[in-house]
């Protein structure tokens, strides 16, 4: 009798096992290493988003798995997020609003739809700046010349029309009533380019990120007349936001991580939990702070609603700067 016993007795240590792996499907993701895809060079924003991640989730112990960082530059994020496409839930990528733009300028027939949002992780702020001896004191002054006559007031922006730069004054000037498609952009290779042909009077005026000009504000050598930020900055509480000088705008430069497109309800959960966790250590704080970025935290579902969110947005002012029809 005995003997005979013992079959049911494995067959139900079998079941019982195949049960307890069904239901901690969840804990057996990562099964492998994490791979953080930058698409770009190293040292840009996106390349220092990943670094960042991989610093503080490795770092504070949150994933065990380890992170590699991957570069992938080309198109404006365009490599990247192909290579992203043919790969697993073990690789995810740093994303911004190019995701949004390239496909609704027609560079692109890539879509944020194509990708699982995991997070919106952080933000810089646009900033509107001009010459220290500028006859502009204010952002107000600045739109209501430029309404006078969009043409006659040469705005550096960098590294091509299009982009969160050139977006953000395109919707300040059009809250305004300005015909943004008859403005004036002098195009640069980049942000420092820019600032350089502001400080060198070859612009009236730049938009760049605060970054950018935040130094040169405080020493005195260029004046900051507005930024796109909800609230005053912290330490910059002299330079007013757009919403101060009655033009209602709040715009932020974002950064965020987004995975390959069918990835499953426990692995988004997965990064949920981790990244949750992450955003409020001090190690990540530290980042932030010295980075000049802002917490910008929005989970998976709630990124999935931002993400629409601007796209009908950017979907607008791409309209209205005439770079499409």
Known sequence: MRKFGIIPILALLLLMTACSGNASGSQEYPKKNIELVAPASPGGGWD????????????EKLVKKNITVVNKPGGGGEVGWKYLQSKDSHSL?????????????????????????????????????????????SAKEFLKDLKKDPSSVKIGVGPGLGNDDHLSIVQAASEYGIKPSKMNFLVYEGGGDVVTALLGGHVDAVTTSLSE??????????KIL?????????????????????IDMVFPHWRGI????????????????????????DAWKEVLKNNDWEGFYKDSEESKQFLKQQHDQYQKLVKESGLVK
């Open 226 to 246: 507005a930024v796109s930020s909800d609230k005053p900055i912290k330490g910059m509480e002299d330079v007013p936001t757009w919403k101060e000088q009655g």
């Open 93 to 137: 990528a740093i994303n911004s609003s190019l995701v949004l733009t390239n496909e609704l300028l027609g560079q692109s027939e890539l879509s944020y739809k194509d990708f699982t949002p995991i997070a919106t992780l952080a933000t810089e702020w646009q900033a509107l700046a001009v010459p220290k001896d500028s006859k502009y004191s």
């Open 48 to 59: 220092l988003t990943a670094r960042s991640l991989k610093k503080v989730l490795s770092g």
């Open 258 to 281: 987004m995975g390959p497109k069918d990835m499953t309800e426990e692995e988004v959960a997965y990064w949920d939990e981790k990244l949750s966790k992450m955003v409020k250590t």
């Open 213 to 222: 000009v935040k130094d040169q504000h405080q020493a005195g050598k260029l």
